[in-house]
């Protein structure tokens, strides 16, 4: 019975390098932590989308979606005929609205959205070229979006749309997302590729020889890439994640997933847009397989793993671990401050502590 409710209905129930210097958070009622919230799943979590510190979305493996509309209580919901799918990213627009993004070989990359809360969806594409497998998708506004996945005949592919998702168009730069051997993303988070601004997009990859930085400035029609110093050259080391805040810094988070307490280089700043980087810690050091800005801030950003989680205020110099013991897979703030993050199991905790806006 619960998995028909959609958040909509529930609502109206309801009522509703070096290692940079390291800020152990103050074992006080003011420190910093993660706090388990109520939740219907038991599969792996990958995907969330936070919107205020009420309404947040969050997908996961065999075709799971849920939802909360009163900050507290997870709604789970059915996705009919996509309980095989594993559902890697999540955009959502309001309580609503939400679109999902199936990852894997071929016709599993897939996009289902709804606009009834999760009561109905609706298959809006299918992955037709049987070599693709998408990573990661991103929206800049409600309207105007982006689908990214792993190399097709030696370049990356990118899907854009500019109808809210009713259709899709291929990107033709062959020069520009042309792949090195073995190179291609991480579908750990739903954050191997942000936007920004009016038409900023980047994706990370790892795998091959190096790990790199990718960035567009018209929406996705034409890519330039930057390499990265973090180890790369194995199928689970390379750049995860990026994030970028409003003023053009930008933080990169990685490492390896099958050794998550290496503490080898684990990530990477840009203070003009991508355009350029710097090698830069993150704390925990470890595998993070996810890192974003808070919205409304210039330099905060908060990074989660399986190495655990932490925070910056100054655009990665410092960090301030929030935990080492919870294992994350993805993490988002909303411009209220609000703050989630999902991992294991159904895991689903939420922030509590100084706030970070």
């Not at 999540?90 to 996009?111: C, H, K, L, Q, Y």
């Not at 959205?113 to 969806?121: K, L, N």
């Not at 259709?167 to 730069?173: A, E, L, M, T, Y």
Request: glycine share 14%.
């Amino acid at each position: 019975m619960l998995r028909a409710i959609s958040c909509a209905v529930f609502a109206a129930l309801a009522g509703c390098s070096a290692l940079p210097p390291v800020v152990e958070a103050p074992p006080s009622a003011h420190a910093a932590a993660w706090v388990p919230r109520q939740h219907a799943a038991t599969t792996e979590l990958r995907g969330l989308s936070v919107l205020s510190d009420k309404v947040a979305w969050a997908s996961g493996a065999k075709g799971t979606v849920l939802c909360t509309v009163d900050g507290e209580h997870w709604t789970l919901l059915a996705v009919p005929g996509a309980e095989a799918f594993d559902f890697r990213d999540i955009e959502a627009f309001d309580a609503n609205t939400a679109i999902v993004m199936g990852a894997g070989p071929g016709a599993a990359s897939r996009i289902y959205r709804t606009r009834d809360g999760g009561a109905s969806w609706q298959l809006l594409v299918v992955n037709k070229d049987a070599e693709g497998f998408w990573d990661a998708m991103a929206f800049w506004d409600s309207r105007n979006g982006i689908v990214f996945g792993d190399p097709v005949r030696g370049a990356f592919q990118i899907l854009v749309t500019s109808d809210g998702g009713e259709s899709w168009q291929p990107v033709s730069d062959p020069g520009g997302l042309a792949a090195l051997p073995q190179e291609g993303a991480f579908a750990a988070s739903g954050t191997c590729l942000s936007v920004g601004g009016r038409a900023d997009a980047w994706f990370v990859t790892g795998g091959g020889a190096q790990s790199r930085v990718f960035r567009s400035v018209d929406r996705g029609q034409s890519w330039q890439a930057a390499t990265l110093q973090i180890p790369a050259a194995a199928t689970s080391k390379g750049a995860f994640s990026v994030g970028f805040a409003g003023n053009g810094r930008g933080i990169v988070a990685g490492g390896d997933y099958k050794e998550p307490s290496l503490e080898t280089l684990n990530g990477a700043i840009s203070l003009d847009g991508g355009a350029g980087w710097s090698p830069a810690q993150i704390l925990p050091a470890g595998f993070m397989s996810a890192v974003v800005p808070v919205p409304g801030t210039s330099s905060t950003f908060v990074a989660v793993g399986l190495a655990g989680s932490g925070y910056t205020r100054d655009g990665g110099k410092s960090w301030t671990i929030i935990e080492k013991e919870t294992k994350l897979n993805a993490v988002g703030f909303s411009a209220s401050g609000a703050g989630w993050a999902v991992g294991p199991k159904g895991l689903i905790v939420k922030y509590v502590g100084p706030p970070l806006r």
